[in-house]
Nanobody, 128 residues
């Protein structure tokens, strides 16, 4: 059973940067994609970034419109880890960020459907 552990959250001033990591333990051979979701109080969970786990190339990364140009997602399959580099952070980026792994339909990679393994989450706080 794969387990996911996030790290890298914290408090940062607006305009600052953070890098989140999500390390998977156990076999990831059946994983099709991994993603970062976030949720803040009163808001629905949303996918901010996703990346294909299997296959070659760069993983065909997905970025949600509000973070495109500021965030990037990457993978290092040699250590079963994905990263979320967050630059130019805004107060509205504050949330609990969770990583997820599973077998979503790759044409619909940004929904929660298909992600069956979730990390415990890491808090990101952005002060204005």
């Amino acid at each position: 059973q794969v387990q996911l552990v996030e790290s890298g959250g914290g408090l940062v001033q607006a305009g600052g940067s953070l890098r989140l990591s999500c390390a998977a333990s156990g076999s990831t051979s059946g994983t099709h994609a991994m993603a970062w979701f976030r949720q803040s109080p009163g808001k629905e969970r949303e996918c901010v970034a996703a990346i294909r786990w299997s296959g070659g190339g760069g993983g065909n990364p997905y970025l949600e419109d509000s973070v495109r140009g500021r965030f990037s997602i990457s993978r290092d399959r040699s250590i079963s880890t994905i990263y979320l580099q967050m630059n130019s952070l805004k107060p509205e980026d504050a949330a609990v960020y969770c990583c997820a792994a599973g077998r979503p339909i790759l044409s619909n990679i940004a929904t929660t459907r298909g992600y069956t393994i979730w990390g415990q989450g890491t808090q990101v706080t952005v002060s204005s």
